[in-house]
């Protein structure tokens, strides 16, 4: 059973198209986020939500939009690619409460933006 | 504003012996630290934590040690297993809950049969 599922795993597109990233998660967590790993490795977060309530927006471009219909997914809707989105994307998930913030990630998306 | 750092991006050990990574932090508000593990192609997957009012917290073959005064901590694997060869990566959290985790760069170990 997967817990943190995404889809796709890769993902290549020419600039300028919209695409979107989906995660769902059956653990029955609350809090669901996205990261974003650059070329220079670093795991950054960009969003997180609480039972379907934005609570972290880490100054990302207003082109990426989450979207959480409901507490077990939340998809990323990205506008207008650019070569500089060319990343690997992961959804994570933890249950609001927990001690240390376990939290348990997808597999990843790959992006690459020609 | 790197606040999590991981200053070897890469280490190698031999089987049986003891693997030390290390992360320095610069946030003194960190509360929570986790280490996180990384196989090619999948995402990181949760391995060990420890708190602020602790200096050590122990898993089977993982330790990780705190040094709250020198912003410090190290993950020590004894004995280190060529399965262990991976990317590393120290993560930091504010507080416990839906708080966001701040990540260091990772360390690749590789352990060699």
């Known amino acids: 059973d997967t817990a943190v599922s995404q889809t796709p795993k890769y993902l290549v597109t020419q600039m300028g198209n919209d695409k979107s990233i989906k995660c769902e998660q059956n653990l029955g967590h609350d809090t669901m986020y996205w990261y974003k790993q650059d070329s220079k490795k670093f795991l950054k977060i960009m969003f997180s939500y609480n039972n379907k309530e934005l609570i972290i927006n880490e100054t990302v471009p207003n082109r990426f939009s989450p979207k959480s219909p409901d507490k077990a997914h939340l998809n990323l809707h990205i506008n207008s690619l650019e070569l500089g989105d060319s990343a690997v994307y992961f959804c994570?998930?933890?249950?609001?409460?927990?001690?240390?913030?376990?939290?348990?990630f997808g597999p990843g998306t790959r992006l690459t933006v020609l | 504003d790197q606040q999590v750092k991981q200053n070897s991006p890469s280490l190698s050990v031999q089987e049986g012996r003891i693997s030390i990574l290390n992360c320095d932090y610069t946030?003194?508000?960190?509360?929570?630290f986790l280490w996180y593990k990384k196989y090619p192609a999948e995402g990181p997957t949760f391995l060990i934590s420890?708190?602020?009012?602790?200096d050590k917290n122990e898993d089977g073959r993982f330790t990780v040690f705190l040094n709250k005064s020198a912003k410090h901590l190290s993950l020590h694997i004894v004995p280190s297993q060529p399965g262990d060869s991976a990317v590393y990566f120290c993560?930091?959290?504010?507080?416990?809950?839906?708080?966001?985790?701040?990540f260091g760069k990772g360390t690749k170990l590789t352990v060699n049969p």
């Open positions: 994570a998930s933890s249950q609001e409460g927990a001690i240390y913030n376990e939290q348990f």
């Open positions: 946030n003194s508000m960190f509360d929570y």
């Open positions: 993560a930091a959290s504010t507080q416990g809950g839906s708080e966001k985790l701040v």
């Open positions: 420890i708190s602020s009012i602790k």
